[in-house]
T-cell receptor, first 113, second 111 residues
């Protein structure tokens, strides 16, 4: 069966520091991969998605970037974090065709001080 | 474009009460429809889905029927438990890789 791993679960970072969040999927090949942010008490905001290695689509211009160095690995990065980057970050995967449900990781709670 | 509208919460119920969360959508064609549940501090879990008109998705006592004529996909459960306290999201996928989510409805069930 397929599993998705996301880490770390919790992260506290100072303003201006770099960020790297990692997500890996097991048990499937060529998945679509997604990064979302959820602000406290709010809905989901799609940040990036990828339909293949090296292919990244950005939904919202911002202080973050994403990379997909391997088929089942998706990384969310920032060179300099802002206070507004605080939130709950969720990675998800879906089968590589349209109209598929997405399956989510457990999330990373990011607090910027 | 595609959009999903959910009833606003929060919704507070007593245990064993009947739960309905309304969801309507705007989309051309025949999207796939989903309900997700998010328990406190966790990621989203797929609760149920329906891929064509009149399909009924069901899981863990929850049901939702894809109504093309009313563009709706309302979530129902006949007897809720405290453990059903969570945020519920309606979503659609319309021939795309991306999901369109509703804003989420917070449900609290009191013992």
């Amino acid at each position: 069966s397929q599993t998705i791993h996301q880490w770390p679960a919790t992260l506290v970072q100072p303003v201006g520091s770099p960020l790297s969040l990692e997500c890996t999927v097991e048990g499937t090949s060529n998945p679509n991969l997604y990064w979302y942010r959820q602000a406290a008490g709010r809905g989901l905001q799609l940040l990036f998605y990828s339909v293949g290695i090296g292919q990244i689509s950005s939904e919202v211009p911002q202080n973050l970037s994403a990379s997909r160095p391997q088929d089942r690995q998706f990384i969310l990065s920032s060179k300099k974090l802002l206070l507004s980057d605080s939130g709950f970050y969720l990675c998800a995967w879906s089968e590589g065709t349209v109209n598929q449900p997405q399956h989510f990781g457990d999330g990373t709670r990011l607090s910027i001080l | 474009g595609n959009s999903v509208t959910q009833m606003e919460g929060p919704v507070t119920l007593s245990e064993e009460a009947f739960l309905t969360i309304n969801c309507t959508y705007t989309a051309t064609g025949y999207p796939s429809l989903f309900w997700y549940v998010q328990y406190p501090g966790e990621g989203l879990q797929l609760l149920l889905k329906a891929t064509k008109a009149d399909d009924k998705g069901s899981n863990k006592g929850f049901e939702a029927t894809y109504r093309k004529e009313t563009t709706s996909f309302h979530l129902e459960k006949g007897s809720v438990q405290v453990s059903d306290s969570a945020v519920y999201f309606c979503a659609l996928n319309n021939n795309d890789y991306k999901l369109s989510f509703g804003a989420g409805t917070t449900v609290t069930v009191r013992a």
